[in-house]
């Protein structure tokens, strides 16, 4: 029996890899590790950390910093003593980036896996080389990131995106869209709410004074979000033209004829539902200066990113204001053959991200790593 070691230190992380796990088969794989309740409801030897761990900003993890310290040097005794046969880095590359590091200086020399890429290629393309270096298996999940990395020498897998599999479920082919409704998509963060909703509500004041048939709906992702938005549309004077809901985000995307969306992953998940769309951006001037001189990639959005060109209407900083946002909105509402060309797009991108299975693709890659004479036909296979 093959003995596994799993890291992760996000909610994101812990499905991903609670889901990988269930596609390893039990009869051959041990399993501990660090994770969140759903991967220790899989094996109850993998450590339920995320309260601790899944920080948010650098001040947060400085303020953790000792925490963090005796964490590395825990988890990489541990990991010496249990000697698995590989070492699975899911995500979160602050803390599993340094750990390949120390395992490999302390001399660990069993199979270091990770899954879900960093996204180094948008702002440290530098780091692909080191990563090189240390790790003997790469599992991606979009798909110019296998080349990426595999110019670097590090042999790497496209498994596809989960994102496709996880949204099959929800997808309703009974659910019409409403050609007078328009979604207002702020993001699933307080911080973002309140930077991006304003510019969105102004936006379908102008909308709603051109054409008086036109509702609004958004979804906030709890209830807390949902009164702050509330009292926002309030304030706005659209009580009575715009609909909000806690937790239907991935139904509002299927009914509603176009909308706005803040960057992130709600993007990815538009495209997989086909929402005619733009996207929005807005943070602090000083870390988007900051931002924009670290990041080497031409776009924001990952659609745009992924087509190699701007699929998807970028509203970024000063130009995420409320008249360029209807003047977006209003060129999607007015042109039905702008909309469909925008989805015809938007499912090209989505049919990039592989037709799903993606995580037994990943347990695939993790058993080929594990066996030294699967993995010399890697290179040939294309997943």
Same mark, same amino acid.
């Given at each position: 029996?093959k003995?596994l070691?799993?890291v992760?230190?996000?909610v994101? +992380? ?8 269930r ?12 994770g969140?309740p ?7 030897a ?14 947060e993890?400085l ?27 899911i ?24 899954y879900?890429s960093?996204?180094?290629? &948008? ?7 080191t ?5 003997d298996?790469m ?5 110019f990131?296998k080349?990426?990395y ?5 042999p790497t897998v496209?498994?596809?995106?989960p994102?496709?599999?996880?949204l099959?479920?929800?997808?309703d ?5 409403d ?6 998509l702020? +993001?699933?963060r ?6 991006l909703f ?11 004074m051109?054409n008086?048939?036109l ?5 906030? &992702?709890?209830?807390k979000l ?22 239907t985000?991935?139904?509002v995307m ?7 969306v803040?960057?992130g992953?709600?993007?990815?998940e538009?495209a ?11 943070v ?11 990041v ?33 909105l ?5 042109d039905?053959a ?6 015809i ?6 049919e990039?991200?592989?037709?799903g299975?993606?995580?037994?693709r ?9 066996d ?7 290179a040939?296979?294309?997943f």
């Amino acid at each position: 029996m093959k003995r596994l070691f799993l890291v992760a230190g996000e909610v994101s +992380g812990d499905t991903h890899g609670a889901a990988l796990m269930r596609s390893l088969p039990a009869r051959k794989f041990e399993m501990a590790g660090l994770g969140g309740p759903l991967m220790h409801a899989v094996s109850g030897a993998v450590e339920d950390w995320l309260d601790e761990a899944a920080v948010l900003g650098l001040w947060e993890v400085l303020r953790k910093y000792g925490y963090f310290k005796k964490k590395m040097e825990e988890t990489v005794a541990r990991i010496f003593a249990e000697k698995p046969d590989g070492v699975v880095l899911i995500d979160y590359p602050g803390y599993n980036l340094r750990l390949a590091k120390r395992l490999r200086e302390g001399g660990y020399t069993g199979k270091l896996i990770y899954y879900i890429s960093p996204q180094v290629w &948008a702002w440290k393309k530098g780091r692909i080389k080191t990563m090189a270096a240390l790790l003997d298996r790469m599992i991606c999940i979009f798909p110019f990131e296998k080349a990426l990395y595999e110019s670097s020498g590090l042999p790497t897998v496209f498994a596809g995106h989960p994102l496709v599999d996880s949204l099959a479920a929800e997808r309703d082919a009974g659910i019409a869209r409403d050609e007078n409704l328009v979604a207002l998509l702020p +993001g699933s963060r307080s911080r973002e709410v309140e930077a991006l909703f304003p510019p969105m509500l102004a936006a379908a004041r102008i909308l709603g004074m051109g054409n008086r048939e036109l509702r609004f709906v958004s979804a906030a &992702a709890n209830a807390k979000l949902e009164a702050r938005m509330r009292e926002m549309a309030s304030e706005a004077g659209l009580d009575d033209v715009l609909e909000i809901e806690v937790g239907t985000v991935h139904e509002v995307m299927q009914r509603s004829v176009a909308g706005v969306v803040a960057s992130g992953t709600a993007t990815l998940e538009a495209a997989c539902f086909g929402l005619p769309y733009c996207l929005v951006y807005r943070v602090a001037w000083l870390t988007y200066v900051v931002g924009r001189l670290l990041v080497e990639v031409e776009f924001l959005g990952i659609v745009n990113v992924i087509a190699g060109r701007e699929v998807v209407r970028e509203l970024l900083q000063g130009d995420a204001t409320g008249p360029k946002i209807a003047a977006e909105l209003s060129r999607l509402l007015g042109d039905a053959a702008a909309r469909e060309a925008l989805r015809i797009d938007l499912a090209g991108v989505v049919e990039t991200l592989g037709a799903g299975g993606a995580h037994g693709r990943a347990a695939e890659a993790v058993m080929e790593a594990l066996d030294p004479a699967a993995a010399e036909s890697l290179a040939d296979r294309d997943f």
